[in-house]
């Protein structure tokens, strides 16, 4: 699994907005606030500058609209948080979810976790602890394509560790990072050998297409 992530700080401005499709074009324009026009944006330099798309037509959505290469030649999904997105790839079905780690709200907890979680939770007591919780939650919603049609309180992801992880009638497993107050967790089909973080610059991003 290779994990791509960049900032939005430079794209406050929108530079680059010409190079994503047309389709995406309009969904950046459509919000009100300059921060999520900037992530919608680097998400769109992210896959022309890994992926190669450059066209609408490049694109697939499942039945619960997540995204997928019409030539299948790699799978991705892609998710943004405060100054960050990140774009996972792997030769597997993937999910990913970023988050900027915040004070936590109990009452999400209760409603979202499971009574293990809720125990683990509470011998933690951090906020990266629910941080981790729910991008491995979110991860495995995205991976298996049904996003909150799957109840993020029907499955448990303890233990926090790279082992198997049986849900929604498959095995998945998950892996995260923690970068510049962020959590970051993946999660994969298949056991990934490696998991491999890549920062992309404005420069590779604007200039340099990198391309699978």
Known sequence: MRLYISGIQPFMNLQGLELVTN??????????????????LVAGLLLRNVCGVTDDEQLMNGANGKQYL????ICFNISHSGDYVVLATA??????????????????????????????????????????????????????GLGFS???????????DASAHFIAGETWFLDWLIYDSHVI????????????????????????????
């Not at 389709?23 to 919608?40: E, F, G, L, N, S």
């Not at 019409?70 to 030649?73: E, F, H, P, T, V």
């Open 23 to 40: 389709a995406r074009r309009k969904r950046i324009q459509a919000y009100v606030q300059t921060a999520d026009k900037a992530r919608c």
């Open 70 to 73: 019409k030539n299948g030649s």
């Open 91 to 144: 030769d597997c079905e993937v999910g990913v979810d970023i988050e900027k780690i915040a004070p936590y709200s109990g009452a999400v907890a209760a409603r979202c976790f499971t009574e293990r979680e809720l125990e683990w939770l509470q011998t933690q007591k951090t906020d990266e602890a629910f941080c981790r919780l729910w991008t491995a939650k979110e991860s495995i919603m995205k991976a298996t």
């Open 150 to 160: 799957l109840s993020p309180e029907t499955f448990c992801v303890l233990p926090m």
């Open 185 to 212: 967790c993946g999660a994969t089909h298949r056991k990934p050998e490696t998991t491999e973080k890549i920062i992309l610059d404005t420069y590779d991003l604007l200039v340099k297409p990198n391309k699978l």
